[in-house]
């Protein structure tokens, strides 16, 4: 257990007096750029990096990870008060935690995520403890059929439980696929579905898509609706944080599952945002609740959360051992440690073991610490509710189109939050669900990617798919997470046909 | 133009007569750098060193503020160039991408909205192969890809950019025949090559050294006239030194390099050209740049004026014949 003893001298690095209070500044900057739209983490903390060019490397990657933990939860708070992703990895949250903050338990809310989430982390950081050695061995085994399998797994592990009508689930899907194809393409070198407009060579940022779908459709509902958004009276109190805390134990099973889809999906190269996907896709449907997820159901934000959190850390793993950053966060990360002088690979645990250890014990700090300065945040959150939405309705569209400039600075991107704004409003009136779409943009140009490369591999055989146990394994499992669902659907009408054979 | 011309004169005369006074053009407002690449890639580090050189001794009073604009191969800090002509407070940070992407894409650029202020590093380009490949040096490699033509992958950084040109001219030059795999970055191609999905990778050193170091990679030969400079050893006691050039081993390439290059937004006033090139003149004299070569295994080269002008003359007319025998011009 040698990986115990050092991390044991890790903690004599992270627990300095200075190295706390770097924690703190850290996860209170992260706090305030997560619960920004647009300006996340990855803005973040290269803002940041010039700073660090005079600390020591320890120091540094502290103050950067902790600024990344507190993004993270930043991000949430936005997803579930107003319906607006913080965080790319935020989008799954929205799903039950707005819901149940608009039925008047922001608090409630608020706390699962954030406990939930902090499970997550500290879940990823025990698992980077114990498999540091393991995990960069078995991320090598990746190449590009592997990649796009993991991919094809959570597309399928998602889209394959989902309860709206296939054909409006199909529409939404290809829309988000088109959407991801905008731009020059990798492989080809090509510009596709630009029309010949210099803004879109880049492509279509999916903050951008996702603020407008969330966010202003929202508030168009909500304006349609008549301005009910107001008061919702929720009691603002500490002991109702601590209620919550109590609760969580219910819920064991969906948090260890989700932890367990977050630590693959990061230490895989699929990343945070799809892990949390994932994991609220397979919660829905192991629920036997199933059919109300969407409603403000608590394993709803308890499996989003965790995920992502859980992913988010082991991201860090494959990004020290390989360098290979499995988030945006982490690729900027990357560049700082290059700057410091240190490179990122499979020797950098055994080269600078202080580094390597001082940060992993400071993860563990570090989310403790995030987990109680947010927790102390909840009631201030939660009565952000409280303000009529004559005051905060104006404050949230200005947040939003603020967000979307900070995205990449282009007054472009203004418009298209304004027109997916309009989409998301019309998808949620002809009921239509978002959630695929996002999905296929967050993935879609990936896995696009990944394939294209895999059938240049192969000379166009599909059967590189299968061409060795691990490939073979994730792609049996996907199509299993489509089919079997149907299969049972099938099944269980069959068998009411039998039991009323003149049903029909 | 003759107008043009006229009015030029005319302000370059008043600056003569003036010149005392305005010798020194000095930025007014917070200097904005224009980096042509994501956040964390190599022209991003280049830029930000570059940034933390000047706070650090203080080179120039106002602030800079660095901006990210990498989409489309770096295409959207280019266009942004072009969209801010004349406008002597922004500076864009790329490689030779600047003037080569407009040969083989339809962009809203041309290489003439752009005016080239320095480069400041030359970066390496090497072959690479798994530690336990069959293929012993250069010549083994080249000549199983004679054998089974198309048959060997060979993955590089993004398509028609720095690495499949270079692959491209290793087929022209050799006739070898590899099977190119595009991917996303560097790092990624790194990777591909230390799990064995691909059979070799031209990385720059940087991008190859974590991997180099924990002997999951070895280097075949180096696309560079003369061999690198000595440092540590990396790997058991091989070190960069010890790396042949690739026309040692066999390769008729003497020489492939990529320039990190800084530009301005064409149009602005010389003075402050000028003022830019002697900007980073003097980073490229401060210890902190030797190290920041030092680490990433760039060589480092101050070029400007006339002197950049012909190497990016020269660069550009050696990668057109390659894009031509590929089919790869636009236009």
């Not at chain 1, 309009?422 to 990944?450: R, S």
Request: net charge negative; with cysteine.
């Amino acid at each position: 257990m040698g990986n115990f003893g050092l991390l044991l001298d890790g903690f004599q690095i992270a627990l300095t007096p200075t190295h706390i209070a770097i924690m703190v500044i850290g996860v209170l900057l992260g706090l305030v750029v997560g619960v920004l739209p647009g300006l996340g983490a990855p803005n973040g903390v290269s803002l940041l990096i010039p700073l660090t060019f005079s600390m020591d490397p320890v120091s540094a990657i502290i103050l950067l990870a902790s600024m990344y933990w507190g993004a993270l939860f930043g991000g949430s708070t936005t997803s579930i008060l107003f319906n607006i992703p913080g965080e790319p990895s935020s989008v799954a949250t929205t799903f039950d935690g707005y819901p149940m903050a608009r039925g008047g338990q922001a608090t409630r809310a608020l706390t699962l995520a954030f406990m939930s989430a902090g499970t997550g982390a500290l879940v990823g950081v025990i698992v980077i403890t114990l498999l540091s050695s393991w995990a960069a061995d078995f991320a090598l085994r990746f190449g590009a059929p592997e990649y796009f399998a993991v991919y094809f797994l959570a597309f399928c592990a998602f889209i394959g439980m989902g309860s709206a009508w296939p054909g409006k689930t199909a529409v939404s899907l290809l829309l988000g696929l088109a959407l991801s194809s905008v731009g020059m393409d990798t492989i080809t070198g090509s510009l596709r579905l630009t029309f010949g407009l210099s803004e879109l060579i880049g492509g279509i940022s999916f903050l951008v898509v996702v603020i407008g779908l969330f966010g202003i459709g929202e508030i168009l509902m909500t304006v349609q609706h008549g301005l009910k958004f107001r008061g919702v009276s929720s009691r603002v109190d500490l002991r109702d944080v601590f209620r919550t805390i109590a609760e969580l134990p219910r819920y064991y099973l969906t948090l260890v599952r989700s932890c367990l889809v977050g630590a693959w999906m990061g230490i895989t190269p699929g990343g945070p945002t799809a892990a949390s996907f994932m994991s609220y896709g397979i919660a829905r449907q192991w629920s036997r609740k199933g059919k109300v997820f969407g409603t403000g159901r608590p394993e709803g934000i308890v499996a989003p959360e965790a995920a992502d959190h859980s992913a988010g850390t082991c991201a860090m793993l494959p990004m020290l051992a390989l360098g290979v950053p499995s988030s945006a966060t982490a690729a900027v990360m990357m560049g700082g440690l290059m700057i410091w002088g240190l490179t990122p690979g499979p020797m950098l645990f055994t080269t600078k073991p202080d580094f390597v250890w001082g940060l992993i014990a400071s993860m563990y700090v570090a989310n403790i610490v995030a987990v109680i300065l947010v927790l102390a945040t909840v009631p201030m959150f939660a009565a952000l509710l409280r303000i009529p939405f004559a005051i905060i309705g104006p404050m949230i569209v200005a947040v939003c189109f603020v967000g979307a400039y900070t995205v990449s600075s282009a007054t472009f991107d203004l418009w298209l939050v304004l027109a997916f704004g309009i989409v998301g409003y019309l998808f949620n009136k002809l009921d239509y669900p978002i959630a695929p779409l996002v999905l296929a943009m967050v993935l879609g140009h990936k896995a696009e990617n990944a394939f294209h490369q895999s059938m240049i591999l192969s000379d166009g055989s599909v059967l590189v798919f299968w061409s060795n146990p691990l490939v073979g394994t994730i792609m049996t499992l996907a199509l299993a997470l489509v089919i079997l669902p149907q299969l049972v659907r099938l099944a269980s009408r069959w068998k009411r046909d039998q039991a009323e054979p003149l049903g029909d | 133009m003759l107008r043009n011309t006229r009015i030029t004169l005319a302000a370059a005369a008043a600056l003569l007569s003036t010149v005392a006074a305005h010798a020194e053009w000095l930025p007014e407002r917070p200097v904005e750098f224009i980096v042509a690449s994501g956040a964390g890639g190599g022209t991003d580090n280049f830029a930000r060193t570059i940034q933390s050189i000047v706070t650090k001794h203080n080179l120039m009073e106002q602030p800079i503020v660095v901006l990210n604009k990498g989409s489309g191969s770096g295409a959207e800090a280019f266009i942004y160039a072009k969209a801010n002509a004349g406008d002597p407070h922004k500076l864009i940070f790329g490689t030779n991408n600047v003037y080569l992407l407009p040969h083989v894409a339809k962009l809203a650029y041309t290489t003439e909205d752009l005016a080239p202020v320095a480069a400041l590093a030359l970066d390496e380009f090497l072959i690479w192969v798994k530690a336990d490949s069959e293929y012993k040096d250069a010549k083994s490699l080249i000549e199983a890809a004679k054998a089974n033509p198309g048959q060997i992958p060979f993955g590089g950084s993004q398509s028609k950019d720095t690495d499949e040109t270079l692959v491209a001219l290793i087929e022209q030059e050799t006739g070898a025949d590899f099977k190119y795999v595009p991917f996303n970055g560097g790092g990624e191609v790194g990777v591909q090559l230390a799990g064995g999905h691909i059979a070799a990778n031209v990385n720059n050193p940087n991008e190859n050294l974590g991997q180099w170091q924990g002997a999951a990679i070895r280097p075949l030969c180096v696309f560079s006239p003369e061999r690198m400079a000595k440092g540590e050893p990396i790997q058991g006691d091989q070190g960069w030194s010890d790396i042949p050039t690739c026309s040692e081993a066999g390769l008729p390439i003497e020489s492939y390099q990529m320039p990190r290059t800084v530009w301005a937004p064409a149009g602005l006033p010389e003075e402050a050209l000028a003022f830019y090139s002697d900007l980073l003149k003097k980073v490229s004299e401060t210890p902190e740049w030797k190290d920041y070569l030092a680490k990433t295994s760039q060589t480092g080269r101050f070029l400007a004026g006339s002197e950049f002008e012909d190497f990016i003359a020269k660069s550009q007319d050696n990668a057109l014949k390659v894009f031509k025998a590929e089919g790869w011009l636009v236009q």
